[in-house]
């Protein structure tokens, strides 16, 4: 773990020290500013979610259109973003995109007091809002390891991944009975305090990043190529991106369709939604506790593979539930789903950046979102049009199916066995 830097002009490179991550100031100030924006961006998601099915009432293949929204930002913008992520700081960026997510936000309450909110409106929110979140993604994941070391690597996305969790939990659960008591267009308003909230915490980090070293003679095309090549040449890496492009179909789909299976066809309402939903988030913190004993005792390859494999069948318990009591059935499900998916994420994601060059973070994590990312878009239309040709149940219950197929690309790498996330040494090393 490195210790904070006030100024790295002044501070040897091997100056890092083990250090707890909560007591350490910048850590406990990117802590907030993960929870904070996570909080937001689940409140903001479930209100436009209430928008789309009961104020505007739109069909199944609309609301897929809409999911895919903020995934069609990324995975136009994705590439190039990752490639000026390494060519600037990350905290400006990671401050600029919250701020610009607020504003945003904003603009979906104050065209409905206007009595001028649309579809196109909302469309227009949710791309423009995907369009930050790249930004902020790539910003953020490309900062972690400059912090941590890799032998540190798994615990600290675990910490990460708990805290957004849990803000994953606190966000549906306040993000009902918000919706039952101000409207679904005012509870954005607090999604638009909480990216405030994150921007401003972001600010008071102290840590001071070196000036990225640029090309002479940049070229943004190379430097695109330079990631996706990183990727695609490695074995390992391109069977995790083939494995998490086909769990992100089926996810795309699921999510796209679970609203509108939740509220139009089990029943609930509005308030119930919101805690089958917070299950995601009480999932990812079990997950994100799990992961490092788990991970320690099977191997880090293992215990991937593994959680990918259960995570299927928990999405499948999700399109099992039914009215009343049946919410309490689809929230186990979400915890089944989520916390295996973390296990999941936590493991490939610290491999992934223990093995990329510190000045190949921001192109190499951005490829593999977009990957992901253009996948999930593809399943949510897909699952939109199927919704409107079958149900969302039924929708639900294909994407189920697949996502239990996802591990299938890692058997075939030396992944499986991996016990440990590689150490810096090791990289360097490597031919």
Not at 50 to 70: F, H, N, P, R
Not at 233 to 262: E, K
Not at 304 to 313: M, Q, R
Request: hydrophobic residues 55%; aromatic residues 8%.
């Amino acid at each position: 773990m490195t210790a904070p830097e006030p100024d790295r002009d002044t501070e040897p490179e091997s100056g890092r020290r083990p250090e707890s991550m909560f007591r350490n100031p910048d850590h406990l100030k990117l802590f907030t500013s993960v929870g904070a924006s996570q909080i937001g961006l689940q409140i903001a998601y479930f209100s436009i979610s209430i928008i789309a099915v009961v104020v505007l009432d739109l069909s199944e293949s609309q609301i897929g259109v809409l999911y895919a929204m903020d995934q069609i930002a990324l995975v136009l913008f994705g590439l190039l973003v990752g490639v000026w992520v390494d060519r600037l700081r990350d905290k400006p960026i990671i401050i600029v995109s919250e701020i610009f997510r607020a504003a945003v936000m904003l603009s979906v309450p104050v065209a409905w007091a206007l009595d001028a909110l649309t579809v196109w409106h909302v469309y227009a929110a949710m791309f423009l809002l995907g369009v930050a979140s790249v930004f902020f993604d790539v910003a953020q994941v490309s900062f972690v390891p400059r912090l941590i070391d890799n032998n540190s690597l798994t615990r600290g996305n675990s910490r990460i991944h708990g805290i957004r969790s849990a803000s994953d939990t606190g966000g549906p659960l306040a993000a009902g009975p918000l919706v039952s008591l101000l409207t679904a267009p005012v509870a954005i308003v607090v999604a638009v305090v909480s990216f405030a909230v994150s921007a401003f915490s972001v600010t008071r980090i102290q840590y001071r990043e070196e000036e990225p070293e640029r090309a002479e003679k940049p070229h943004v095309w190379t430097e695109i190529v330079q990631g996706v090549k990183f990727i695609f040449h490695d074995m390992i890496l391109r069977n995790i991106a083939i494995a998490s492009a086909w769990c992100n179909l089926s996810v795309g789909a699921f999510q796209a369709m679970l609203m509108v299976f939740l509220i139009r066809e089990a029943g609930q309402s509005s308030e119930v939604a919101g805690f089958i939903l917070a299950g995601s988030g009480a999932g990812g913190v079990l997950g994100a506790m799990l992961v490092g004993r788990l991970s320690k005792r099977a191997g880090v390859g293992p215990t991937a593979i593994a959680a990918l494999a259960v995570s299927g069948p928990g999405m499948a318990i999700v399109a099992a539930s039914g009215p009343g009591w049946g919410a309490a059935v689809a929230f186990a499900g979400q915890v089944v789903f989520v916390s295996a998916v973390v296990v999941f994420n936590v493991n490939v994601i610290s491999y992934r950046q223990a093995v990329t060059p510190d000045d190949m973070q921001g192109r190499v994590g951005a490829t593999q979102r977009v990957i992901c990312w253009a996948a999930m878009a593809v399943g949510s239309i897909l699952g939109g049009f199927t919704g409107d040709l079958l149900s969302a149940r039924a929708v639900l219950l294909i994407a189920a199916a697949m996502l239990c197929l996802g591990f299938l690309p890692l058997l075939r790498t030396p992944f499986r066995s991996l016990r440990a996330i590689p150490e810096e040494h090791e990289v360097r090393a490597k031919p």
